[in-house]
């Protein structure tokens, strides 16, 4: 007969996640999973109801709203890898601590979250190791991939399988608003201000796919896609990284469409690097800035997250590009850029 010691707590039948990744969490919590959540990254903070859970890393770059604050955070940024050190600390004692039974983490870039090899180092020294998920997507299936990863990895693959495809149908809706035989506008997307960088992964995916184009880095065909496999009677498209360009390529580029979407920042903050950017005379000569079409996005919440809300990001591109702003969802955190 097996007896219980009633010191020792008793064993649960749901696993004990820790998500170290913003899209990660966001994604557990579309599947039904936030009632095993944990502990989280210090960049967690959506939805806002998990916000309450103890925080396990914190960055080494210190932010700045100087008039220099976004060179100031690249320059802190390139020197921190340049030496090879994590730009985040992960609270080890405190993770110990919580006893997961999977951590969510990522392998994709390291500016953005806490690393994987940071993870592992933990993670071997832990009895017993928890599952360590790495979700790394480069291409909007692969984001969409992650939430049946994560269903698999936490018991709720049915619930995963229903979310992607409610998800995959709401993209499907939006694309019928977009024009399929014309050439759409020239999108340039800056996911950095200064220095400038054009942005990649998922989000030329995004454009094209909402009928506009973009050159600065352009998808190209793929044979195999995942789960999410693009749009019907489309062949599957990717793109490369994000890439630094100088000022002199967006401008030879003429952006019929401009879209600012600093990596990280709010929305209030995305505005004042937008309007730094305005000092520039080559900026104001942009064909996108003297008609007026200049979107400031929300990058903390849109875009750079690698997440269910990338369908929100899709739908706001169709409505912005394709004039039909019925179509943008009405939470969804952006501002035209103030004009002359």
Known sequence: ?????????????????????PSATESLCAI???????????ECDYPASITHLPALTRPRVHDTAGPNAAAS???????????QQSLYELDEPLLRSLRPDVILT???????????????????????????????????EGVLDSLLTIGQAVGLAPQAAARVTALRDQVYTATDFTAHFTDGPNVAFLEWTDPLFIGGHWTPQLIERAGGRHPLNATRPL??????AGPIGTTLRIAGKSI???????????????????????????????????EHAWF????????????????????NRPGPRLVEAFKFLVGYLNDRPELIPPDFAWAALRRD
């Not at 990522?106 to 979700?135: E, F, G, H, K, W």
């Not at 000022?247 to 937008?274: K, Q």
């Not at 104001?284 to 875009?303: C, E, M, S």
């Open 32 to 42: 039904g999973g936030e009632h095993l959540l944990v502990g989280r990254s210090h």
């Open 106 to 140: 990522q392998d994709l870039c390291n500016v953005c979250s806490i690393d994987l090899a940071s993870v592992n180092r933990l993670v071997l020294t832990l009895d017993p190791p928890p599952r360590v998920v790495s979700l790394s997507p480069e291409t909007f």
């Open 244 to 278: 630094r360009i100088p000022a002199e390529v967006l401008v030879a580029s003429r952006p019929d469409v401009l879209i600012i979407c600093p990596c990280g920042l709010p929305l209030d903050r995305a505005i004042t690097e937008a309007n730094r950017l305005r």
């Open 284 to 303: 104001r000569d942009l064909p996108a800035v003297r008609t007026g079409r200049v979107a400031i996005v929300d990058g903390n919440q849109h875009f």
């Open 223 to 228: 044979r195999e896609a995942g789960a999410a």
């Open 73 to 83: 955070i690249d320059a802190q940024v390139r020197a921190a890898l340049t030496t």
């Open 1 to 21: 007969m097996t007896t219980h010691n009633p010191s020792t707590p008793a064993p649960s039948p749901f696993p004990r996640v820790v998500s170290l990744l």
